[in-house]
């Protein structure tokens, strides 16, 4: 059974600060692909990030960073100097990486408020 | 920037009506999933297809029903709609295999409202 948890339901930050939001996942299979998307007030779900499980490296993408880090069972998002645009409900989610897996599955999603 | 589209983005209807939701991708993904969102915003996987003539069921039972007919299209039905129903609706494709391009891309969504 695979299980993502996003503690924090709800955030607001005043822009230009920092925000990190936390995901800590589950899972018995041994190789597995972890993902962030973003949801903004339109509704669609917008992809971020990719990170396979054999690949720890942390990520920087412009002000959007990524932690993973195995022996935690966590893959945490840091926005660096947060915008009015950033506001929207992060999502996280867990698949395994075997040909016939399908199933990802999802955090219940972190509000995000930047507030101007 | 994905390519997939649902149609209608906003629908409210009636108790009892048969309604179908729209979905195209134009990536040739093999793989495509519906999910339901509720309102309290997790996301759960109602049905998948892995190709043509494929549907499985997700983990949430729904009532409604799915077509793969032709690799682009996915369309959801509700034979009887009921208030029960109201949700977001989302729709998903992925490639199919071990390919490292393994994200999800999903559609905008279909706010279904059943009164």
């Known amino acids: 059974a695979q299980k993502v948890t996003q503690a924090q339901t709800e955030i607001s930050v005043v822009e230009k600060e920092d925000v990190t939001l936390d995901c800590v996942y589950e899972?018995?299979?041994?190789?597995?692909?972890l993902f962030w998307y973003k949801q903004p007030p339109s509704g669609e779900l917008v992809f971020l990030i990719r990170?396979?499980?054999?690949?720890?490296q942390n990520e920087i993408s412009g002000r959007y960073s990524w932690n993973f880090q195995k022996s935690t069972s966590s893959f945490n998002f840091t926005i660096t100097a947060s915008q009015v645009v950033d506001s929207a409900v992060y999502f996280c989610a867990l698949r395994p990486s075997g040909a016939g897996s399908y199933q990802l599955t999802f955090g219940k999603g972190t509000k995000l408020s930047v507030i101007p | 920037e994905a390519d997939i589209y649902q149609t209608p983005r906003y629908l409210v209807i009636g108790t009892g009506k048969k309604i179908t939701l729209e979905c195209s991708q134009t990536?040739?993904?093999?793989?495509m999933y519906w999910y339901q969102q509720d309102p309290g915003m997790e996301l759960h996987l109602i049905h998948y297809?892995?190709?043509?003539?494929?549907?499985e069921k997700g983990d949430l039972s729904s009532e409604s029903t799915v077509s793969r007919i032709r690799t682009e299209h996915f369309p959801l039905t509700l034979e009887s709609a009921r208030p029960s129903h109201t949700s977001q609706y989302l729709c998903a494709s992925s490639v199919l295999g071990t390919s490292t391009n393994t994200e999800a891309f999903f559609g905008q969504g279909t706010r279904l409202t059943v009164v």
């Open positions: 899972t018995r299979d041994t190789t597995y692909y």
């Open positions: 990536m040739g993904h093999d793989k």
């Open positions: 990170r396979n499980s054999f690949d720890e």
């Open positions: 297809s892995y190709g043509v003539n494929s549907t």
